[in-house]
């Protein structure tokens, strides 16, 4: 099984920047994507980026797409989702997931995920 921690929210002023990590414990056979999703209150959840660790392919979607990146540092097991130019549209709480693969931005198949960071952005 796999056990994520996600650290790195917190308030950002409008047009800020932040950087996510996403740590990664335990074992699971056949899980090679990382994916990031978010859920403001009231809202349904949104896919924003997902990693394939096989070939480091990454997806984004739209709404992020240009500036966000996705990236993982192997030997600490560790994801991050980094993003710029954020705006209010860009709060709620983020999530890391992991799963046997992508499916454009988001995982496909079972997947595992964090307790989420907060991400508050002012106008």
């Known amino acids: 099984q796999l056990q994520l921690v996600e650290s790195g929210g917190g308030l950002v002023h409008s047009g800020g920047s932040l950087r996510l990590s996403c740590a990664v414990s335990?074992?699971?056979?056949?899980?090679?994507?990382i994916g990031w999703f978010r859920q403001a209150p009231g809202k349904e959840r949104e896919g924003v980026s997902c990693i394939d660790h096989r070939d480091g392919t990454t997806n984004y979607r739209g709404f992020v797409r240009g500036r966000s990146t996705a990236s993982t540092d192997t030997a600490k097991r560790t994801d991050y989702l980094q993003m710029i130019n954020l705006d209010p549209e860009d709060a709620g709480v983020y999530y890391c997931?992991?799963?046997?693969?992508?499916?454009?931005?988001?995982?496909?198949?079972?997947?595992?995920w964090g307790q989420g960071t907060q991400v508050p952005v002012s106008s």
């Open positions: 335990g074992v699971t056979p056949g899980y090679h994507a």
């Open positions: 997931e992991a799963g046997p693969e992508c499916r454009g931005w988001e995982i496909a198949g079972q997947a595992y």
